[in-house]
């Protein structure tokens, strides 16, 4: 199964795949009007969606979409500084791969690698409904 950006929050915050492996995805996010708060420095809530979309395509890459699908359970951020221009990177690695969970550490830094901020997302893996 091919994983599709087009009609999501993915395109419509401008991310964009730069890696995906099972034990790394990195995602790139540009820092603009479609990713800025009103006082024009980077949401937090964007840089959080960045993060859970990391999380979740590393998910993802980690189970048979034949059989199981990934949804994000829980989230938490740590914002440690801002920006107003450019773009950030989220880097997801995993903390643990189960069968029933994952979790996932991720990083959001910015264009200088300095970072932005700390995020760690638990993904459910649901088997799919036969019916």
Known sequence: MKLSMENTL??????????????QVTLK????KRTQQPMGYLHGGATV?????AASIAGFLNIDPNTHQV?????NANHIKST???????????FHIG???????IKVTDEDNELI?????TVGVV???TS
């Open 99 to 105: 069968k029933r969970t994952m979790v996932w550490e």
């Open 49 to 53: 969606a960045l993060a859970e979309s």
């Open 84 to 94: 107003r221009t450019g773009s950030v990177y989220g880097t997801a690695r995993p």
């Open 29 to 32: 996010m540009p820092v603009d």
């Open 71 to 75: 949804f994000g359970i829980e989230i």
């Open 127 to 129: 088997p799919l409904k």
């Open 117 to 121: 901020s700390i995020s760690r997302c």
């Open 10 to 23: 993915m395109e419509t915050l401008g991310i964009e795949v730069v890696e995906a492996a099972p034990d």
